[in-house]
């Protein structure tokens, strides 16, 4: 009987927490809030961890004036103390929760009501990793200078030049060794093949040796610059599924068996790790989120590298992390060839425009809510060198990589509806087949300026998975905008 009671209670416990069919561990989630103002904004997806008990979130807001939260009667005060303000609040999924945030941004603190919603995002599912999008890992800056380290036995020599990305620098060194420095701190040694490691190194230094041609690749983004330096036979894992890519390399090395799938950053097969002699693990941010993972991963004495190609402003500083990856596989000629290729793309468009075109990009989620871009988003750069306008929300920026906002239908309408074009983002949600499946998601879209002039445009799906081919994507951009073509590579008019 006891027993029985047992049983009963933990299931009371689930069903009240919303995670009753979700196993412990750690998940990214995606979040929408809705009420104040509709000038805040919680970065998404976030971190949720899921507990026998129930499940509770790391939630970071967009701005630092937040002093404490009130969830189910009970205060909750920041976790962090320089920033945007961070709460760790029990939460529960798949469903609308009443929350409270007190904000000392006005002359008064105020304490306001907000709704929120927590939604786990299953393995793969479009927006958890997608470049254009958000990516929940918040890294601290490290040393923006990014001087290079002075290691014993070698010679610092120079320091590669670099013309848009500012996350990062390669550091060269005597006998071919290089170090590439990140500003999140991390700074990785890469050791000639047949080179031993230098002694007494910084213990901080982590070693990456050449040649690292087992590698398992978590950062989905990361496919399509290995793609264009023809190096995707260096990956033996994914950590997407098959049937999630769109880059034809990708699947094509899973198909001959010469690629296979890895597990989710947060949950890796490691003995398929070990089967596969795996020698470097590419992750994106959303690793910092599962310490225990990294732990393992350091454990089997597996070199980390944590890419934040998605932290570059520039949308040619994204291209430029190639550079990177040459340097990691041995292919620094394609890399710089690959990347003179998008540069050229991009400044050919110089003198070009500007055509007095104001652009939305967005989606629609399943709660019926916008999701679209952040005024600081670097999609906004792209529009911008196309020849357009790129409108946005009137919400703080904030100072993170996330750039996609969730905003009412109501806000959206506000600033989008005299755009002259407008994008649907199909590499977040699935796109209307047509105008008229627009208007039936919403009867706002009816009034839209772009809708009665037929001027809307959705992404391609594979969108995400090209970072790489940001000059590509200009290009298109140009071509949308001038009015020169109406389907191009990565957009497609709606009709």
């Not at 407008?422 to 208007?439: F, M, V």
């Amino acid at each position: 009987m006891r027993l029985r009671l047992g049983f009963i209670l933990i299931a009371m416990i689930f069903a009240l927490t919303g995670c009753g069919h979700t196993p412990p561990g750690e998940y990214a989630a995606s979040v929408v809030l809705s009420g104040g103002s509709g000038r805040a904004t919680v970065e998404s997806p976030c971190c949720v961890t899921v507990t026998d008990t129930g499940a509770e979130a790391l939630i970071r807001w967009s701005s630092p004036n937040y002093d404490y939260m009130i969830v189910n009667g009970e205060k909750y005060l920041p976790v962090n103390t320089e920033g945007n303000s961070e709460f760790r609040i029990p939460v529960e999924l798949d469903k609308d929760m009443s929350v409270q945030a007190d904000t000392v941004a006005m002359s008064t603190p105020h304490l306001i009501d907000y709704t929120i919603h927590f939604k786990l995002l299953s393995e793969g599912e479009k927006g958890s990793e997608d470049p254009v999008a958000a990516e929940a890992g918040h890294v601290p800056e490290g040393d923006t200078d990014m001087e290079p380290p002075v290691i014993s036995g070698i010679d610092h020599i120079k320091t590669d030049e670099l013309k848009y990305a500012e996350c990062f620098k390669i550091h060269r060194y005597s006998e071919d060794y290089a170090v590439i420095q990140v500003n999140d701190g991390r700074n990785y040694l890469i050791i000639p093949e047949g080179k031993d490691t230098p002694e007494n190194i910084d213990p901080g230094i982590i070693v990456i040796k050449k040649p690292a041609d087992h590698i398992y690749l978590v950062s989905s983004g990361v496919m399509c610059q290995f793609d264009a330096l023809g190096a995707v036979s260096d990956i033996v894992l994914s950590g997407l599924e098959r049937d999630k890519w769109y880059i034809a390399s990708a699947i094509d090395a899973m198909d001959k068996g010469e690629m296979e799938y890895g597990g989710k950053y947060s949950a890796p097969d490691y003995e398929k790790i070990l089967d596969k002699n795996v020698d470097l693990v590419i992750e994106n941010t959303m690793i910092l989120h599962t310490p225990k993972v990294l732990q393992k991963l350091s454990e089997l004495s597996l070199p980390v590298f944590i890419d934040r190609c998605n932290y570059e402003s520039d949308p040619l500083g994204r291209c430029e992390w190639i550079k990177v990856y040459g340097v990691i596989t041995g292919h620094e000629e394609e890399a710089e060839k690959a990347f003179l290729s998008q540069e050229n793309l991009s400044k050919a468009l110089e003198g070009k425009g500007p055509y007095d075109k104001k652009v939305v990009i967005f989606s629609m989620n399943s709660d019926h809510m916008i999701s679209t871009k952040k005024k600081n988003d670097y999609f906004s750069k792209m529009v911008e060198i196309a020849g357009g306008t790129c409108l946005s929300p009137d919400v703080d920026p904030g100072d993170s990589a996330s750039s996609q906002v969730t905003i009412s239908t109501e806000a959206f309408y506000e600033y989008a509806t005299d755009a002259d074009i407008i994008i649907y983002n199909a590499a977040i949600e699935d796109a209307p087949e047509s105008l008229e499946a627009l208007k039936e998601l919403d009867t706002i879209f009816e009034d839209f300026k772009a809708v009665k002039e037929g001027n809307v445009y959705c992404t391609d799906k594979s969108l995400y998975q090209f970072a790489q081919k940001n000059g590509t994507i200009i290009d298109n951009l140009n071509k949308v905008i001038s009015g020169e073509e109406e389907d191009t590579e990565f957009f497609h008019k709606l009709r």
